[in-house]
């Protein structure tokens, strides 16, 4: 896209990333929605964890989490595009916290949240078998914090 043909569409390059983040909400939390739908009763947060920190979502973060892929360009400025993922992130604690017990399930949640996408992220930058560790990391402290709720 030229210069020009760019910004026919577009203010800015925030303006873009504004409604590139839009655009990846349209549908939010839509996999892992599904994958707690499929699930057994009470497996649902194994399975929306098994779906997130998967090899296939971190290889392919262009058709994944926005909130991963997009968090550390937009979240230290005021911007559309940083209400958009902050929007996106709730939604996304809010689907998490529904499958959780106890008044203090939102808090949980949230953390529950944070530590998927950090291990997503670091995940993405690891390498190889390493990488796969992270996963493989993630997935064990997620499950215990399942366990524990009983």
Do not use: W
Request: charged share 25%; hydrophobic share 40%.
């Amino acid at each position: 896209m030229t210069h020009g043909g760019f910004y026919k569409h577009f203010s800015s390059k925030d303006a873009l990333i504004d409604e590139a983040c839009r655009h990846s909400f349209t549908q939010p939390g839509g996999n892992l929605r599904a994958a707690a739908d499929g699930a057994k009763p009470g497996e649902e947060l194994r399975a929306i964890v098994d779906s997130y920190l998967s090899r296939r979502h971190r290889d392919n973060p262009g058709k994944g989490c926005a909130v991963a892929a997009l968090g550390g360009e937009v979240g230290n400025r005021e911007s559309p595009a940083r209400a958009a993922l902050a929007a996106g992130r709730e939604r996304l604690v809010s689907l998490i916290a529904r499958y959780m017990k106890g008044s203090d399930a939102k808090e949980r949640a949230s953390a529950f949240v944070a530590t998927m996408v950090g291990a997503l992220i670091s995940a993405r930058l690891a390498d190889g078998a390493s990488s796969d560790a992270v996963l493989r990391a993630a997935k064990r402290e997620l499950y215990q914090r399942i366990e524990e709720q009983g």
